[in-house]
């Protein structure tokens, strides 16, 4: 038996166990092949009894050679001679099963023979990218392992859950890239498109002059459809692991422990040496995705993240959408004391928090790495521009040479940016990937707005004037990651928003833009407005069905216009050292919103409303009135400052000699662009 392929893994060696090998599964095979050959007489119970007895003495023969008992003893340390002909696909049907059947009653031979098998596979995908579809073979091989079942019992499963490294304890502070790198799964769910994960797919696929636009939409096509494919399998290895009620515990453990290692990856700034990698966070995002897309809502315990079982580590000092550091320590004391409050954590509530958490150290780190490279890619562009229009003002200067590296660095960097991008279009841009988020996302505003009212869909404003607690002790990310994921969505991937589940997003939206008190932080509240102004028409056309929605919802046409008004001038003081310059484009989004609405009939009526007797009308005109006359002073005050630039350009001389580009390119290339390709 041979097998084609580059890989040292997955080429059969030639010694005596093989040729044994070799022999016994051609001789399982004919099994196979008189069945199909003759199954009439093959039916016959004496025949199918003595074919059956071929196949059984076959495998035992198998699990003698794979022991080393026909020459000698192997380590469990060495190369299983059987992995080869797993990633090769060159088993006959059943082969596998059957040795999982005869060797799983037996521990110490199922362990010797299936922990090098396990070890191999997990070699094998360590060695395996996409830049070809070898990956699929180990992963391919492992899923499969994982579904052989007998009975209730899913013997690799509980071999795989028990091995040393199934979830190793963290020994340094790198503890997010520590179970990435010695988890068992780690390598499987470490196969990635991004270029800072693993380089050789942009090399292959999104470098040379021979890259069009219909090549790279069609190469980003191929592997999205690779990546669907190594998650699929990722989720039936974990998926059986889970059903496998020995196991069950154990996956959720390690599905914890994912999450809480990498508590980091939701920080600004991080440092990515300290966590797991994007793509693998989405893999496992991906995964967790399917495993709750069946929950029922009902079925979910709100009050999961105060039980004293909750297996995610929500630190004391997380942010909460409104309770103070001490109003959370005295609500959940009072909560502990009797712990009779607490129902028994069930899977579909541990499954759907899990996911929830995921969400928030995986697709939105993604989305501000993103957004900062497109950022470091407009700036990079903008500055080869400025060096080569003002080439003819240094090619003869002291500083040429100088100039001339800073061009050659700006464009190889340029290139490396570019490339990464292409790469990060393929593994964050996915409609696939997105729509189940949107959806997920969905199912959380509903059981938020069932904790801010029970009678959700049918939700009345104003609401009641006494926050739940529960609701208030929620983590301040659990709304916040809503409005950061449609901000990034609306921008880069509009034709998403066109799903069912909107209409939840949006009735989100006026419910707590039009209930303030809700929310201690005003930038929250700013974010929201924000997604109302980014889905504006006037700003981006692909969303006037859902700023429709938005201005046509019922409970915007009565409340969603105070609210803004109150919001416009509440943003004042924010309690921020930005707060000055905040204020300005926060109230330019509400004015941008205001015209639309006021082009709405249904809204006239609550503008009349509050021009006549509003309590936040007066309030709202002299703010009006006071930024606009700031406006117009500094307005006068640049044109002042153009003049005078103006003037200074007419000595052509002396306009020459002034620095433009070095200083702060210099801080850009060294300071800026280092934090954008980590």
């Not at 095979?29 to 069945?35: A, P, Q, R, W, Y």
């Not at 991937?493 to 997003?505: A, K």
Request: charged share 25%.
């Amino acid at each position: 038996m041979s097998c084609d392929s580059a890989s040292d893994r997955f080429t059969i060696e030639a010694c005596k166990e093989t040729e044994m090998l070799n022999y016994l599964i051609e001789r399982f095979d004919s099994v196979g092949m008189e069945e199909r050959k003759a199954p009439k007489m093959c039916s016959q119970p004496n025949v199918s009894q003595l074919l059956s007895n071929i196949r059984s003495q076959c495998i035992s023969h198998v699990a003698l050679v794979l022991q080393g008992a026909l020459t000698q003893p192997r380590s469990p340390l060495q190369q299983s001679l059987l992995v080869p002909y797993m990633l090769c696909r060159n088993l006959p049907y059943g082969f596998i099963q059957e040795l999982v059947r005869i060797t799983h009653q037996e521990e110490e031979v199922f362990k010797q023979i299936f922990i090098p098998i396990l070890r191999g596979l997990a070699l094998a995908v360590k060695e395996c990218s996409f830049d070809s579809d070898n990956f699929k073979f180990p992963l391919m091989a492992l899923a499969e392992l994982c579904e052989i079942k007998f009975g209730k019992t899913h013997p690799v499963c509980n071999l795989a859950t028990s091995l040393p490294l199934w979830c190793p304890k963290p020994l340094s502070p790198g503890c997010g890239r520590e179970i990435q790198r010695l988890s068992y799964l780690g390598a499987f769910f470490g196969l990635s498109v991004f270029a800072e994960d693993d380089i050789k797919v942009g090399d292959k696929y999104f470098s040379g002059p021979a890259i069009t636009m219909e090549n790279t939409r069609v190469v980003s096509q191929s592997l999205q459809h690779y990546l669907e494919s190594a998650r699929g399998d990722l989720f039936k290895v974990l998926h059986n692991i889970l059903l496998n009620g020995e196991t069950r515990e154990l996956a959720l453990n390690y599905m914890a422990a994912l999450v809480n290692y990498n508590v980091k990856k939701a920080q600004m700034q991080t440092d990515d040496k300290l966590v797991s990698t994007d793509g693998f966070m989405l893999n496992f995002l991906w995964v967790l995705q399917q495993l709750s897309m069946k929950i029922k809502l009902d079925t979910v315990d709100p009050y999961y993240i105060f039980h004293p079982r909750c297996r995610l580590g929500v630190s004391l000092e997380e942010t909460r959408l409104k309770a103070t550091m001490e109003e959370l320590k005295s609500w959940m004391a009072e909560l502990h004391e009797d712990p009779s409050k607490f129902s028994e954590p069930k899977f579909p509530t541990e499954c759907f928090f899990l996911t929830l958490h995921t969400h928030h150290l995986s697709i939105l780190p993604c989305c501000r790495r993103y957004i900062r490279r497109l950022r470091a890619i407009r700036e990079l562009n903008r500055t080869v521009e400025e060096l080569k229009n003002s080439e003819s003002q240094w090619k003869d200067s002291p500083l040429a040479s100088r100039h001339r590296e800073m061009l050659k660095r700006c464009k190889t960097q340029l290139k490396k940016l570019v490339r990464a991008k292409a790469c990060a279009d393929v593994g964050l841009l996915d409609e696939n990937l997105l729509r189940r988020s949107l959806q997920f996302y969905s199912t959380v505003i509903q059981l938020i707005l069932r904790m801010v009212d029970p009678a959700y869909p049918n939700i009345t404003l104003p609401l009641n004037p006494e926050i739940p607690k529960s609701f208030a002790a929620l983590p301040e990310f659990y709304v916040e990651d809503v409005a950061e994921f449609l901000l990034f969505v609306v921008q880069y991937s509009p034709q998403v928003l066109y799903e069912p589940c909107v209409q939840d997003v949006v009735t989100f939206l006026v419910v707590f833009i039009c209930s303030q008190h809700y929310i201690r932080n005003p930038y929250l509240i700013a974010k929201l407005v924000e997604v109302l102004f980014v889905t504006n028409p006037a700003v981006q056309p692909r969303t006037q069905r859902f700023s429709e929605m938005m201005e046509n919802h019922p409970l915007s046409i009565k409340h969603l216009v105070p609210a803004l008004m109150k919001f416009y001038t509440d943003v004042e003081h924010t309690g921020a050292t930005s707060e000055f310059y905040d204020k300005f484009t926060i109230r330019y989004h509400i004015s941008t919103i205001f015209k639309s609405l006021w082009q709405n009939i249904a809204h006239h009526g609550t503008f009349m409303e509050e021009f006549n007797s509003g309590k936040q009308f007066v309030r709202y005109i002299n703010m009006l009135i006071n930024d606009t006359t700031f406006l117009l002073d500094e307005s006068l005050e640049s044109l002042k400052r153009i003049h005078e630039v103006q003037e200074e350009m007419k000595n052509k001389e002396q306009w020459d000699q002034l620095p433009r580009v070095c200083a702060p390119l210099y801080y850009f290339l060294n300071q800026e662009l280092p934090a954008v390709l980590q």
